[in-house]
């Protein structure tokens, strides 16, 4: 190993490291200094009497933490690049962006505040923080950053405090678990969590202690879809400044080989342009978000949604000031509830399901298998060779669990990296996330993450894939969101039931089957594959109370309806697998021999 040199600050630089702050070859720019590197130079405080904090990739905020209170000339920050974490897995390019622009503009609006920036670029982050110390830093949210920094942590070199980004204690979460009816496990519902919380903070709550309105969820007003009014509001646009600029290039030129689009644009980087997505939610997608937030269009893909979960997920925008100031709107009590049950419900107490369950290794006191290395999330399938990458993956990272509540273990198809799959919901939403890096919660839902149940496709595997496909995705989203909720993989511990649908769902909440090949009245596959699942999984799904009605009507199916649902289950699966579209014709001969739907009107 090469000697530690010291640095400009009097600590020692790690071999491999870079220090953006004083290194002409910032950010592997060369013999010239980068642009951001040039930004950060002309900003540089005397590093000395500071209080140093390392400042994780996710909580680019000054609203939290000492940042938050003690005055900028005492504080000094550690912020790292690192290469092989963006290399592990084969994240989509615009997410990559987002996460080094806004982690750059951060940095730069610090050392301007007078905070003593050292920003360093290293094969890990333990590797950069080695020698720094002492160090203090709010606790990671990802659980795989927190692993590769434990033993910093337990040497005494990194001092670990709150952090002060979520709205909701660990108390609430254990206050709300209860026995399983079999008495063999804990398990927990979100509806609890969010009526204590809800009381606790006084949030949406009346003089009384009650919840306006009367109920604590209009969810059930809160089910319309659009036709294509009200008209659904334009995404902003952002200036691109020369950091973002200096950091897309970085994507094209070293990350070229990572799928989805990269849209220079729709970077929202600077403060200024987070400010801006923020109004534009308060001003043009609030006042509708609750009635058409489960609404789907092909047209206005993301209707009235905010588009913040990436931003929040960062702490760009604090999420504290998000719920307060929501408070504070004058909205339809419909559209400020909707809201509300997704930052102060579903977002906190999934990333409580995360913690309790160790991201599912831990079922009930009980170690649950796990993947060796992190998943590819259906690429190697896709591409027709393993995911690689020019830096080498992150030595601490690992796999996630592999619990399947169902079994099911089959691979990602391909259509969900692009290739056409000859259903137009699927295609339409993996365009538009290869495209955004975001669709919005029901299509991944009801159409993403339904689908892939009723192809039995692998918790883990699907999991992965939204990990590297999304911006806002991280493991305390993804794990709770795709591998419980929405894959079912952990069985009801932690929600009600699989949220699985045929072809009608589809159909009434979104204007997907319009000018689909497959008409949801007579020859889609999506109700047969429903049937199929039913059947196949009844054994299992039998004690599972919100179940009982869709399985009672599976079992009156006749035989024969049995038989043509796995037909199409097997030939559906196979094709897809394989990377083929889908015809009518290859699924079972003419229209009206499809099980249980009625014959297409001539």
Known sequence: MGEKKPNRSGHATRPGARELLTSPDAAGAGAAMSVFGRALARHAHDPSGRRWLFVPYDQLSSALGPLARAPARELGIVLVECPSKAATRPYHQQKLALVLTSLRHFALEQAERGVAVRHVVAPSHAAALLGLGPLS???????????????????????????????????????????????????????????????????????????????FSFDTENRRAWSGEPAAPRLPTFAVDEISAEVCELIRSHYGRHPGTLHPEALPATLADVERVWEWAKRACLPHFGPFEDAMSASERSLFHTHLSPLLNLHRLPVRRVLDETLELDLPLASKEGFVRQILGWREYLRHVHEHTDGFRVLDGQAQPCAPAPGDGGYAAWKGEPWTALEAAMPSAAGGSLTSALGTTRDVPPAYWGARSGLRCLDEVVSAVWDDAYSHHITRLMVLSNLAT?????????????????????????????????????????TTKPYVSGAAYIDKMSDFCHGCAFDPKSDCPVTPLYWAFLARHGAALSSVPRMKLPLAAATRRSAEKQRADTRVFERVSEALQRGEALRPSALGGPQAQLPGVTPRKK
């Open 137 to 215: 830093m709010m606790r990671a949210a990802e659980r795989e950053l927190r692993v590769e920094l434990e033993p910093l942590v337990r040497s005494g070199q990194l001092e670990v405090m709150e952090h002060e980004g979520w709205l909701t204690r660990s108390e609430d979460f254990s206050a709300i678990l209860r026995p399983t009816p079999g008495g063999a496990g804990r398990q927990a519902r979100m509806d609890d969590f969010y009526r204590r919380v809800r009381t606790r903070l006084g949030v949406l709550m009346d003089a009384r202690g009650k919840p306006l309105g009367g109920r």
């Open 454 to 494: 009723l192809l039995d496709v692998s918790p883990r595997a699907l999991t992965d894939w939204f990990w590297v496909a999304y911006a806002d995705a991280y493991d305390w989203v993804v794990e709770p969101n795709v591998h419980a909720m929405g894959m079912f993989g952990v069985g009801d511990r932690f």
